[in-house]
């Protein structure tokens, strides 16, 4: 029952603090609304956190340099709300979240970019949405393995998101690597963690957010890479660099075994 009342506790205060982002954004200069939005996913995340004792650390790349394409391993339905307590982005997800009620509505609020990934040809145009918020200053947050994985490997990389930066001469992705180093309390080594929290324990969002929910506590690491600059590279090359890049951050795996399909950590 426990874990239920701090779900709807974490809930009920996500709402509030969306109806007060949406009704700040639209009372703001249209320039400025972006950047607000960012600053309050913050402020929801890092209270999102605190009622369910998740203590998230970042490494000190964690820079807010605005207008970066930002690339990072995904381990389970909250690694938004971890990478979000640290800064301020906006994040790239599936088309079909804007059907999930409530959620929806939450990351319309939040201006996540949306992906219909059941249309062929629509890399480009996605492309093209991400570069166009880039170029408003906006920080995104892509990850280009597409779905959770079971906190072993690395997925393979979807490439849509690096069209938007290739050949760009304002070009820079940022890795990112999310890890577990703790669970209600007791450290975590290697992929314990992350294979403890990853979402192979569930099948269903509420199944998996109830999950993480029921630790008494959780605690993140978010290793940052440093900016990696695109120019000349097209979206192949880019997402290959990239890749290697947050393999490094995961300092678990020999340079030699950092293939481009199914690298472990």
Partial sequence: MWV??????ALVLTIIGSIHTSIGASLRP????????MKRQGMAARLFCRVLNIHVKASSNA?????????????????PIFLASKLDVCFA??????????VGWICHT????????????RAKAFASQVQTRLMERGSVMVFPEGTTGDGKALLPFKTGAFESIKDWDEGRVQPIFVNVIGLDGRAMQ??????????VHHDTF?????????????DIELRIGPFIETQGMDRKAISKVVRKAILALAETIPATHSSEHNAGY
Avoid: Q
């Avoid at 239920?4 to 506790?9: A, H, I, K, P």
């Fill in 30 to 37: 249209s320039g400025e609304r972006l950047a607000y939005r």
């Fill in 190 to 199: 290697g992929s314990e963690g992350r294979e403890k929290v990853s979402n």
């Fill in 4 to 9: 239920w009342l701090r779900l709807v506790c």
């Fill in 63 to 79: 820079r807010l340099a605005p207008g970066v394409l930002r690339v990072s391993n995904h381990l389970t339905v909250l690694d």
């Fill in 110 to 121: 939040y201006a996540m970019l949306l992906v219909d990934r059941s249309r062929k040809g």
């Fill in 206 to 218: 509420v199944g998996d957010v109830h999950y993480l929910a029921g630790f008494k506590r959780l």
């Fill in 93 to 102: 997800g599936k088309a079909e979240i804007t059907r999930w009620p409530i």
